[in-house]
């Protein structure tokens, strides 16, 4: 039975076969004492249609329902939690969530569903909540890929540097479109056009090329800040730097102001987490008291979502040995000699070649007894 | 190792001239070979060589690291990439053309020829006006001419090819020019090579200013 146990233990270290995924980040969560939330995967057309920006220009699919009523497959998570929350700053709530979301792919090719989980904090946001939540998206993270990183950005940070330039709305909306592209030349052209200081326009320039390691990064951001806005994001920024540095997985935490979420719904911190085999974030989140206060509530909140349609793809991983038989061995001896070393905690394939498959080590059976093939 | 996309054609060309100019050389790079990968081990590069209306995906979906697009593409696909650097070739201009004796009757719908529908359309919407977008593929020149369309959203270049079709720009939207792309993981997970290349590039840009 140990031996059992080991192997299923291992199973699960190695992200058994990506359908494990959400399994273990359940486990993960649920050890942080966050509650699992189920929901309906309808929801009236109008929460969307009053808060479309927070959908970042997410096409909702809709149909019309009983009584008239225009429902929508929900796109989005966060805004049924947080429309649906009765936590307040004095009494919290921590959820977390696995379900599916709507959309219309882009470029008018079809619908998607997007198999999503995550984590919504709301209450009150303090820096335990962020690096509690940082510590989360490093171990979820860890659980997708050897290689990733998550950078973090902060709204308060991003949005008090450019009104730092005394831009119009118009030019200001060009600005966070630049910072988002990272795009320094049209950034250039913005601030001659509206004829912006040149010393305030260089800090802000420097601020959109800056990406890399938060303990690199933070000491030269440090010198450009303008402003109490910003210079306060910049103080939660060094305080999670500081935390970050004890966690696990703290040295791939990174500073990147590109990434940031609309500014009427998100306030403080922001999170994209990358991997290396996925080519965009797979985990985004952030502070968005904002979208709260548009709901009437009293709270703040934190949360995080990550894609599980990155991970299939991942989870991969070669077997570690493949044995190999041919007609004449004996049956019962072949799987005898598989299960020997399964319950040794090894994932074994049993074949009679080695063609298309990844395994580690590949063993020859022989009169009852295993022969490594060189 | 670096994955580049470039534009097929004369824009990939000089692209990859600026390139081998700052040490991105690639031996066996021949564009007009059949062959659509080309790898040097040495300078640590691989070249696909793509239709210019596919490099932005590529790179978007990670199949390339960096790639070279024109603005025009961008701004049609809005892609979820970073357009690090203009790097100022492949001039021309997104522009309204049509018969030199077209007048616009505001009292109707105009029937707006063109391969970029997104770009003409946010164009048409913002100043309110209505339209019917005829999408086409090639010789867009042709639609006014036949009477398919009232006017065309198109590329122009030097404004010959409208000339002699008897057409003329109307109205131009914007500058167009190559750009430096990156995707989002690679900028991350490859950020000193995209950053080296970066460099480089503005470093060339800078001189020819």
Same mark, same amino acid.
């Given at each position: 039975m140990p031996s059992l146990l080991k192997g299923i233990e291992r199973f699960f270290e190695n992200g058994?076969?990506?359908?494990t995924l959400p399994l273990r980040l359940s486990a993960l969560f649920s050890s942080y004492g966050y509650k699992k939330y189920r929901m309906s995967r309808f929801e009236e057309y109008s929460l969307y249609a009053e808060n479309f920006d927070f959908l970042a220009g997410s096409n909702v699919i809709t149909f019309g329902g009983e009584g008239g009523k225009l429902l929508a497959l929900r796109p989005d998570v966060t805004l049924s939690i947080a429309k649906n929350t009765k936590a307040t700053r004095t009494s919290g709530e921590k959820v977390y969530y696995h379900e599916s979301v709507y959309r219309q792919a882009r470029g008018n090719l079809g619908y998607e569903e997007i198999d999503q989980m995550g984590v919504e904090s709301i209450g009150e946001v303090d820096l335990l909540t962020i690096s509690e939540q940082v510590e989360l998206i490093l171990k979820s993270l860890s659980m997708l890929s050897r290689e990733y990183s998550l950078d973090v950005s902060h709204s308060g940070l991003v949005h008090g540097m450019v009104s730092q330039?005394?831009?119009?709305a118009p030019a200001k909306a060009r600005v966070y479109e630049c910072i988002k592209r990272k795009s320094i030349h049209a950034f250039g052209h913005v601030m001659d056009r509206e004829g912006v200081d040149e010393v305030k326009a260089a800090k802000v320039r420097r601020m959109i090329e800056l990406s890399g390691p938060i303990d690199e990064v933070l000491p030269e951001l440090g010198a450009l800040i303008m402003g109490e806005e910003a210079a306060a994001a910049y103080v939660q920024l060094m305080a999670l730097s500081h935390e970050a540095a004890r966690m696990q997985g703290g040295d791939r935490l990174r500073v990147d102001l590109s990434i940031f979420n609309h500014l009427d719904y998100y306030n403080g911190v922001i999170f994209n987490g990358f991997i290396k085999?996925?080519?965009?974030?797979?985990v985004v989140g952030g502070q968005y008291d904002k979208l709260l206060e548009k709901l009437g509530k009293d709270a703040q909140a934190l949360g995080f979502a990550i894609n599980l349609g990155a991970a299939p793809a991942i989870h991969r991983r070669p077997a570690d040995i493949v044995l190999l038989y041919d007609e004449s061995d004996s049956v019962f001896g072949v799987l005898e000699q598989a299960n020997k070393l399964r319950e040794k905690g090894k994932t074994v394939i049993v074949a009679k070649s080695e063609e298309g498959i990844a395994a580690a080590k590949a063993y020859i059976y022989r009169d009852g007894e295993l022969e490594e093939k060189r | 190792m670096l994955n580049i996309a470039l534009p097929k054609g004369r824009l990939g060309e000089k692209a990859y001239k600026l390139l081998e100019e700052i040490?991105?050389?690639?031996?066996?790079?021949?564009? &007009?070979?059949?062959?659509?990968i080309f790898t040097d081990k040495k300078n640590e590069v691989s070249y696909f060589w793509v239709k210019p209306s596919d490099v932005a995906i590529y790179v978007e979906r990670g199949a390339a690291d960096v790639g070279v697009v024109g603005k025009d593409i961008l701004l049609e696909?809005?892609?979820?990439?970073?357009?690090?650097?203009?790097?100022?070739? &492949?001039i021309c201009r997104m522009a309204v053309a049509a018969k030199k004796d077209f007048e616009d009757d505001t009292d109707k719908v105009l029937r707006v020829a063109t391969k970029f529908v997104n770009i003409a359309k946010r164009y048409y919407e913002g100043m309110g006006r209505q339209i019917d977008v005829i999408k086409l593929n &090639?010789?867009?020149?042709?639609a006014p001419i036949l009477g398919l369309s009232d006017v065309i959203v198109d590329i122009v270049e030097t404004g010959s090819t409208l000339k002699e079709n008897d057409l003329e720009v109307k109205d131009v939207i914007f500058p167009v020019s190559a750009r430096l792309i990156a995707g989002k993981a690679a900028y991350r997970f490859k950020n000193e090579e995209i950053g080296r290349l970066l460099m480089r590039v503005r470093e060339v840009l800078n001189d020819k200013d």
């Open positions: 058994g076969d990506g359908q330039l005394g831009l119009s085999e996925y080519p965009k974030a797979v | 040490g991105y050389r690639c031996e066996e790079f021949d564009s &007009g070979k059949r062959k659509l696909q809005d892609p979820d990439v970073y357009e690090l650097e203009d790097l100022k070739m &492949g &090639g010789s867009i020149e042709l």
